[in-house]
């Protein structure tokens, strides 16, 4: 005995056999559950890129406030001079030097000290 039975010709079968309004019911049914599923996996891609979004942001927010108080000794300036000068940033995000002193100061009165 051969089984010759096709599951998708039998659920075929039976939808053609149901009254217009259960179609329509069965149609709306799966649209909707589509519907919702769709919405759920969009769902998530949103907040994955949503986090891969405000990652980037604090990741620049956090090299433009670490810009803001570099110290570089020993640089030249515009005029050819030596000195302490800080980089810092503008409104807009531009470096621009800050002179803060002409030598650097390495010795301090603390304590601490070795």
Do not use: C, H
Not at 78 to 91: K, N
């Amino acid at each position: 005995m051969q089984n010759d039975y096709n599951f998708w010709a039998d659920l075929f079968d039976t939808y053609q056999s149901l009254t217009l309004g259960l179609q329509t019911g069965w149609m709306l049914a799966l649209l909707i559950f589509a519907t919702i599923v769709t919405m759920i996996i969009g769902r998530q891609f949103d907040n994955i890129f949503d986090l891969w979004r405000r990652r980037r942001e604090e990741r620049n927010r956090r090299k433009a406030s670490d810009a803001g108080y570099q110290m570089i000794n020993a640089l030249p300036g515009p005029l050819g001079d030596s000195g302490l000068y800080r980089v810092r940033t503008d409104e807009d995000g531009v470096p621009y030097l800050e002179q803060v002193g002409t030598v650097p100061q390495l010795d301090w009165d603390d304590p601490d000290k070795n």
